[in-house]
């Protein structure tokens, strides 16, 4: 019996994509193991987001094959498709793809089997029109199913390589999205996340929209939550807030990416927003949504911000109170207009402003953990925690991580349970 094994690296649009191939092997007889076990088949999926992606993909690229010689390895993903002479130039690897064609890897696959020879299939993105449908009905281990709707980006921001290695946007029909969720539900997933790249941006090449995405999936036996990926703050006007409002199973977490609490950084970011416009959006998810997880990524060094603008981000990470926040540092993406931009800032000033921010949204985090207890919520339970026998964990709407003691398994369930304490970064609680 052959083995199949996969590295993600990335978003959560890499994880469904990997899913989908994962699947196509399957299909053939192949198992999927650990990547850290020896296997015939090995599939890199990169990321190129940042720099420290396009290291973790080369890193991982060198040393894979160490496990097994004689395997197939096939490299995809985002930093294969901004670098192909960079991969192509690794001996090991014998399929390179970018960002498209994951729908035909297992017959890519084939094709080396039969003619021995090394197949680099990366094509201009940016000419690609439609959207490449895959397909993926489980997800081993997990009780919530990623769905992907949507793929490109035509902002364009200054720091950003994904346009170029994504392309522009693309939408799945509303058909085929609900026929899958429908398809997931059936496998026993009871919470759907709409993913993409620019997920506020489904249907805008397709005439579609995503009010009547989430209402057709809103009306699908069997799902209990409709979880969003990221999405822009500029979505949230009061039409958009108030239908989705109207949903029962939209969970109450919305990721809405900052990048920077400063407008004139902004302008440089080339966003499409500033930061009155941020704070009208969350004041409208708070007003149609209690309790609500506002989420966020927020960027410190720029080039070209000063102090000034540094103690804004900072201020606005405490006005709004984030219930979490990824914190980064801008690296430099060759191909981008930031890259070429004056004042470029010094590693150390970078990596104190980010602790300094780091340690104001892990405030407004516990802060906002502190605020659930003694309440009742609905905790969709995922796994063991931590492998400890009798201890399990799972999510809120709102993302809270919940952990609580049950004599049974109650992975995959939704289950009511009362807030006692906060205890690292997490809720500990009691089964109603």
């Known amino acids: 019996m052959k083995k199949i094994a996969i590295c993600t690296l990335g978003c959560k649009v890499n994880t469904y994509e990997s899913e989908a191939v994962k699947k196509q092997f399957e299909e053939q007889g192949f198992v999927c193991v650990e990547f850290a076990e020896v296997a015939d088949v090995y599939i890199i999926n990169t990321c190129t987001v940042t720099h420290l992606g396009d290291r973790k993909s080369r890193q991982m690229i060198r040393r894979t094959k160490q496990q097994n ?49 090394k197949l680099s299939l990366v094509e201009d993105i940016s000419k690609k029109c439609e959207f490449e449908e895959l397909d993926v009905t489980n997800y081993e281990g997990r009780t919530r199913a990623f769905l992907k709707v949507q793929d490109g980006c035509n902002n364009f ?9 994504r392309g522009r946007i693309r939408s799945r029909s509303l058909k085929s999205s609900i026929q899958e969720a429908k398809r997931l539900a059936s496998h026993g997933f009871s919470e759907i996340v709409l993913v993409g790249i620019h997920l506020a941006s489904y249907g805008r090449d397709t005439g579609e929209n995503l009010i009547d995405l989430l209402r057709g999936l809103n009306e699908i036996e069997g799902i209990e939550r409709i979880r969003m990926g990221s999405l822009e703050p ?30 004139e950084t902004l302008k440089r970011m080339n966003r499409k927003y500033v930061t009155d416009d941020y704070k009208k959006s969350v004041e409208r998810i708070r007003k149609a949504f209690l309790d609500a997880a506002i989420t966020t ?43 070429k931009m004056p004042n470029q800032v010094e590693p150390n000033i970078k990596e104190e402003r980010s602790k300094r921010l780091i340690a104001v949204t892990d405030k407004t985090k516990d802060d906002f953990l502190k605020f659930h207890i003694g309440k009742e919520v609905t905790v969709l339970f995922e796994r063991e925690h931590k492998g400890k026998k009798g201890i399990y964990e799972g999510k809120t709407d709102n993302y809270i991580t919940v952990v609580a003691e049950s004599e049974k398994d109650v992975s995959t369930q939704i289950l009511k349970v009362r807030i006692n304490g906060i205890k690292d970064g997490h809720a500990s609680g009691t089964i109603l």
Do not use: N, W
């Open 157 to 165: 921001c200054s720091y950003c390589i994904i346009p170029y290695a």
């Open 69 to 117: 010689p004689d395997s197939v390895l096939i490299v995809m993903g985002c930093y294969a498709q901004v670098a192909p002479e960079d991969v192509e130039k690794i001996k090991e690897v014998d399929i390179i793809l970018g960002t498209d064609k994951k729908s035909q890897v297992y017959s890519y696959y084939e094709e080396f089997i039969r003619t021995e020879s």
């Open 234 to 263: 500029t979505l949230f006007d009061d039409e958009f807030t108030g239908e989705i409002a109207k949903l029962p199973k939209i969970c109450r977490h919305f990721h809405l990416s900052l990048q920077s609490g400063c407008d």
């Open 297 to 339: 990524d927020i960027m410190v060094g720029f080039p070209g911000e000063t102090d000034e603008e540094f103690e804004k981000s900072l201020g606005l990470a405490k006005e709004i109170a984030f219930a979490e926040a990824h914190i980064f540092k801008y690296s430099i993406r060759k191909g981008t207009a930031a890259e």
